[in-house]
Antibody
Framework: EVQLLESGGNLVQPGGSQRLSCAAS????????MIWVRQTPRKGLEWVSS????????YYADSVKGRFSISRDNSKNTVYLQMNSLRVEDTAVYYC??????????????WGQGTLVTVSS | DIQMTQSPSSVSASVGDRITITCRAS??????LAWYQQRPGKAPKLLIY???YLQSGVPSRFSGSGSGTDFTLTISSLQPEDFATYYC????????FGQGTKLEIK
């Protein structure tokens, strides 16, 4: 059974940093791209970032480009999202997601439970 | 960027009813479209991919159709567990989601 377990969500001040982690199990992690998606009541579901299975290719939404960094450790079956220069509008539930075919671009067939990041002074 | 527009934003229906939700893309996306179901407090769940293919384990009362810019999700006979929020997503270029359709019990 595929399992994705996020951690690291917390209350952080504007301008601050936070690192999210996602521990994966139940599949051959290195064969799958991994995605971060966030959700807010106002903007709904938003793709944030993707990383290829090898980690050699990364992609970002314009709203986070230059501030967020995605990475992975295939020896630990874990993907990370480093979030810097956080803004109030980054407040959201962040989901770790796997794509159905393992590609960076595709359908999201497995989701974590989500971790809440709150950016507020 | 590709924009996805769903309609209606909410719909009320009864158990046993048939309902249809539509999704329109701002430009052609072939059949690179998915539908998700989200229950309160839970992560979204993939129902349909490539516009019309049922994800494993999803009941056959769910169906999808369309290509290009116009797509539909149909639930043929609503069950109590189907009352949730539904989202479309384009997978042509880094998944943009629709704004969601909340399906409520009448």
């Amino acid at each position: 059974e595929v399992q994705l377990l996020e951690s690291g969500g917390n209350l952080v001040q504007p301008g601050g940093s936070q690192r999210l982690s996602c521990a994966a199990s139940g599949f051959t992690f290195k064969n799958y791209a991994m995605i971060w998606v966030r959700q807010t009541p106002r903007k709904g579901l938003e793709w944030v970032s993707s990383i290829s299975g090898s980690g050699g290719s990364t992609y970002y939404a314009d709203s986070v480009k230059g501030r967020f960094s995605i990475s992975r450790d295939n020896s630990k079956n874990t993907v990370y999202l480093q979030m810097n220069s956080l803004r109030v509008e980054d407040t959201a539930v962040y989901y770790c997601v796997r794509t159905r075919r393992g590609t960076v671009n595709g359908y999201y067939d497995s989701w974590g439970q989500g971790t809440l990041v709150t950016v507020s002074s | 960027d590709i924009q996805m527009t769903q309609s209606p934003s909410s719909v009320s229906a009864s158990v046993g009813d048939r309902i249809t939700i539509t999704c329109r893309a701002s430009q052609g996306i072939g059949n690179y479209l998915a539908w998700y179901q989200q229950r309160p407090g839970k992560a979204p769940k993939l129902l349909i991919y490539d516009a019309s293919y049922l994800q494993s384990g999803v009941p056959s009362r769910f169906s999808g159709s369309g290509s290009g810019t116009d797509f539909t999700l149909t639930i043929s006979s609503l069950q109590p567990e189907d009352f949730a929020t539904y989202y479309c997503q384009q997978a042509n270029s880094f998944g943009t989601f629709g704004q969601g359709t909340k399906l409520e019990i009448k």
